[in-house]
């Protein structure tokens, strides 16, 4: 009959299963801060992203304050102006991008009269980002487009989130969301 050998009791150090399930346990916490910390920065990168928006919506508005239209605003026209946030600029000229690298189109557009409003076109957002990106911002705009679905039709209007969070997973992560202001 085979002898099983045991430990001694003067032997130092771990076995190989031991070690094996240390490894394993700190495998599956490493896994849970990363998933953690990735829904941290999606929520961060959302909320300065919305601050940014608001921002540079209030800062074209205050461009054209004495303008009689938006006739001339284009995503160039805003750059040129230095109204756009640091964050949304590319490096190329008149090209700007979202945090999540879809592309901003800044333009007029015309609701009543011709370019009576700004309209800004966030295009690239995932999921994840939303619906906490319409909610966030919807107030600051007179009017929101969420991927061809008018959200918000007038300026005192509230959104449904329930109806925003449905037509963010229609289309994962390629949201488009246009808002207009006058």
């Not at 966030?122 to 994840?128: E, R, T």
Request: proline share 5%; net charge neutral; with cysteine.
């Amino acid at each position: 009959m085979k002898k099983i050998a045991r430990p001694r009791p003067n032997q130092k150090g771990f076995s190989l299963t031991e070690m094996l399930i240390v490894v394993a346990v700190l495998a599956v916490l490493v896994a849970g801060i990363v998933a953690a910390t990735g829904d941290v920065f999606t929520g961060d990168k959302t909320q300065r992203f919305a601050r940014d928006l608001s921002k540079l919506s209030m800062d074209i508005k205050t461009l054209y304050n004495k303008s009689p239209d938006y006739g001339t605003l284009t995503n160039q026209a805003a750059e040129d102006a230095g109204v756009v946030p640091k964050d949304m600029l590319t490096g190329a000229a008149g090209a700007h991008q979202g945090p999540w690298g879809g592309a901003i189109t800044i333009q007029p557009a015309t609701v009543t009269a011709a370019n009576d409003h700004m309209e800004i076109i966030v295009a690239g957002i995932p999921q994840a980002a939303c619906a906490k990106l319409v909610a966030a911002t919807a107030e600051g705009f007179s009017w929101v487009d969420l991927n061809g679905t008018v959200e918000k039709a007038t300026p005192n209007a509230v959104i449904d989130p329930a109806v925003v969070s449905a037509n963010c997973a229609a289309a994962g992560d390629a949201n488009v969301v246009t808002y207009r202001l006058r």
